[in-house]
């Protein structure tokens, strides 16, 4: 367990967050510019000093102010990975990586644990950096740069890795190169990290629990989930972002239809996806936009999707709409409609409905969802679907 609270006062700015998250795990900092989401990572990282509070990773205490307690920067076996990569310009790749490896010794005299040692070999073919080895950063694109940063930071065995914003000075094609690397990172070493961003879509690819952010302040966290829910989170992602995010896992693959078969809570999502396999988790963004209602279940159409579900919540959204919470058993989604269309189908909570989804309108809303932990129960198992039939 990763637990945070702290309050610094800087200059005019306060900030006073507190935020308990499970580990190992992506923890994403999640919020506008101007937030606090870079102060906070810096107080973790013993980089500014608190005026009051505490943060412990695991059973390892980095800082209470009730009981004296700041173990300094350096010894607190933290990888930091930067906006820019701040590579050494003097030292080839190699020699940038090897620096990591050289930090070991002296923070071992800390005495905190430190995750695995990483064979350098390892880390090189997982970063994809092996032909990059004798190049100077000069040389190396943006996106090469923060793979040799994250690289660096792994080969010091930390005990938590922090990044901030690091695909933030990456165009979009250098972003989409790097993110399958952070999700290789998550998914082979489970090392504990917190993830900097204010773009949505990586927190949706990453995370395993969110933390909102406003104004110095924690608004809402939790699971990805339970935090797309939020009312918090519409201030941010505004309203063409909102929708609700599932995980699931895949029970078949048509190559021939070119869809795959996706079960969330207790139905199914047929979506346009090449290179799904049988048994893969998955992350889905259902756009409460993109959603229709049926009051009875739907004939003669071309919409692929129909999830059978209970309205649970109905409320005024933007003027002359209204959102509307349905849970499809064990898992909700939203869906955008009009105040006429709420009132004309009678939808009131006990509601049975049918969510409608064009599976052309999950392009780019699907996204690879760390492993379940052993033994953790997965939405729309055998044990939720019986209970949702009954």
């Avoid at 005019?12 to 998250?21: I, K, V, Y």
């Avoid at 990290?193 to 406003?214: D, F, G, Q, T």
């Avoid at 936009?289 to 579900?309: K, M, T």
């Amino acid at each position: 367990m990763m637990e945070v609270r702290v309050r610094k006062l800087r200059g005019s700015f306060a900030l006073d967050a507190e935020f308990r998250a499970p580990s190992p795990g992506i923890v994403a900092l999640f919020g506008r510019s101007g937030c606090g989401k870079s102060t906070l990572v810096d107080l973790i990282a013993g980089l500014i000093r608190p005026d009051e509070g505490l943060i412990r990773v695991g059973e390892d205490v980095l800082f209470d102010s009730a009981r004296g307690i700041d173990v300094p920067a350096e010894r607190r076996r933290i990888g930091y990975v930067f906006q820019d990569a701040r590579l050494f310009p003097h030292l080839d790749v190699e020699g940038n990586l090897r620096y990591g490896e050289r930090r070991i010794p002296a923070a071992e005299a800390s005495g905190m644990r430190a995750a695995r040692r990483v064979p350098f070999h390892e880390i090189t073919e997982l970063l994809g950096l092996t032909a990059l080895i004798s190049r100077r950063p000069h040389q190396l694109s943006g996106g090469e740069r923060q793979r040799v940063a994250l690289g660096r930071a792994l080969l010091a065995a930390p005990r938590l890795l922090l990044l901030d914003e690091p695909l933030a000075s990456l165009d979009l094609a250098r972003r989409e190169e790097l993110l399958p690397y952070l999700e290789k990172l998550r998914d082979r070493y489970r090392v504990p990290m917190i993830y900097v961003s204010h773009e949505y879509e990586e927190v949706l690819r990453l995370a395993s629990h969110v933390v909102v952010m406003r104004d110095g302040a924690v608004t809402s966290q939790g699971n990805v989930a339970d935090v797309s829910l939020s009312p918090e989170l519409r201030s941010i992602v505004g309203v063409d972002g909102i929708g609700a995010v599932l995980e699931g896992e895949v029970t078949e693959n048509a190559a021939l239809s070119g869809l795959a078969r996706v079960r969330v809570g207790a139905g199914v999502l047929h979506v346009q996806a090449d290179g799904l396999a049988t048994g893969q988790r998955v992350r889905v963004q259902l756009l409460a936009r993109d959603l229709i209602l049926a009051v009875e279940p739907p004939q003669g159409l071309s919409v692929r999707n129909s999830l059978e579900g209970m309205l649970v919540r109905i409320a005024p959204d933007e003027p002359r709409t209204q959102l509307v919470e349905i849970d499809i058993g064990g898992a909700t989604v939203m869906a955008q409609v009009t105040d006429q269309a709420a009132t004309e189908l009678h939808l009131a909570p006990g509601r049975r409905v049918w969510v409608l989804v064009k599976s052309v309108s999950l392009r780019g809303h699907l996204y690879p969802a760390a492993a379940a932990p052993a033994g953790a129960s997965v939405p729309g198992s055998a044990a939720v679907q019986a209970q949702y039939a009954g």
